[in-house]
């Protein structure tokens, strides 16, 4: 069974960070490229970055970039997000996802920016 769990999230000042976490299985998660998509409050999904499946190449969204880093460990089959200089924006359930036979995505892990 395909589980993705992320972990990380929780409350941030403004310009502090954070460091989610994706713990894939179920899957051979070196073979997929793998997303991290979030949802604000009353807003639908933004995608956020997304990584290649041997970690070389990344892309973000004009709002993560210069802030936000992707990463991943093949060997410990987890996908990471970490989160810099934190923005009220910022807030929102932060999903990883990947598609193989369909669409996957984990439960979802709260950020919350604020003072």
């Known amino acids: 069974e395909v589980q993705l769990v992320e972990s990380g999230g929780g409350l941030a000042q403004p310009g502090g960070s954070l460091r989610l976490s994706c713990a894939a299985s179920?899957?051979?998660?070196?073979?997929?490229?793998m997303t991290w998509v979030r949802q604000a409050p009353g807003k639908g999904l933004e995608w956020v970055s997304g990584?290649?499946?041997?970690?070389?190449?990344?892309t973000y969204a004009d709002s993560a970039k210069g802030r936000f880093t992707i990463s991943r460990d093949n060997a410990k089959d987890t996908l990471y997000l970490q989160m810099n200089s934190a923005k009220v924006e910022d807030t929102a359930v932060y999903y990883c996802?990947?598609?193989?036979?369909?669409?996957?995505w984990g439960q979802g892990t709260q950020v919350t920016v604020s003072s």
């Open positions: 996802n990947f598609r193989g036979n369909q669409n996957y």
């Open positions: 990584i290649s499946s041997g970690g070389v190449y990344s």
């Open positions: 179920g899957f051979t998660f070196s073979h997929y490229g």
